[in-house]
């Protein structure tokens, strides 16, 4: 069974953390905005007879404190530094799924590798939202989801009073096709946790940086994971793999994910390649 852990960051925020145990070796598993650490259920179980399987529930979200402060993704690294140090963690293997790869290559860009055995990013653009200066090829490559004009209008509607209204739209986007009715709405009611003043102006942040630059100084072996299906195009895995020094390339044809939540669509998948990669000989 997963115990449940707290810490306190050294802001005086209480976060929330399952910690499988085990010898096995560690792998820090990173959520998305807007998300808890329940996305890696099929995770903890399945990956975890191998490993030592430790998610988080970053501030303002799932059942960790939800403070008026620290809603950036650099803080949010800053937290996860604090979560391996309280752990004892001096090496580990990392994931990071949407936002929660942003989140490692903020504690990348901080902090270095040093710590990190192996590197999984899972459907992450290098930058979210284009801004003026970027030619159309670089838009296309950092496989950027808005520009600064629209992510400005989407904050302002979530924060507004069809905020409940236009996150649910803007989660259900998230999925191609006709998602399962039971998996469209655990996401959607995880999603519900956490408030619109951490919400709004993380999502903000989140979207507004450009990790183009961290990417080739990521000297750790790395897989790369997207998904045919995902509102994030391939094209921007591709850039990103193409981009981190030797890193592996998994994209999920629709036949078995269809989302940008194939941990959640296809859990066996996922796991073997997931599994495989950190099981691998060291490069």
Known sequence: MRAVGHFTTSDGVSLVYRDSGGEGFPLVMLHGWGQTQEMFRHQATGLAPARRVITLDFRGHGLSDKPHHGYRIARFAADVLQLVDHLGLDRFDALGWSMGTSVWWSFID?????????????????AVAAV???????RQQSGAIFDVATLVALGAELAG?????????????????????ELL????????????????????????????????RIDVPALVVGCDGSHVH????????????????????V??????????????AFNAVVGAFLAAEEN
Do not use: K
Request: proline fraction near 13%; include cysteine.
């Open 185 to 216: 709405s655990f996401v959607a009611e995880q999603n519900r946790l956490t408030p619109a003043y951490a919400a709004v102006p993380l999502l903000f942040d989140h979207c507004a940086q450009d990790w183009r630059d961290v990417l080739p």
């Open 161 to 181: 009073p069809r905020g409940e209204q236009a996150r649910e739209e803007f989660v259900r986007g998230m999925f191609s096709g006709d998602p399962e009715p």
């Open 234 to 253: 391939p094209s921007s895995q591709e850039y990103v793999a193409h981009r981190i020094p030797g890193a592996r390339l998994h994209v999920f044809p």
């Open 110 to 126: 901080q902090y270095g590798t040093g710590r990190i055995r192996r590197f999984v990013a899972v459907d992450q653009p290098a």
């Open 255 to 268: 036949t078995e994910a269809n989302s940008h939540f194939p941990f959640l669509e296809n859990p066996p």
């Open 132 to 138: 003026p200066w970027m030619s159309a090829e670089q």
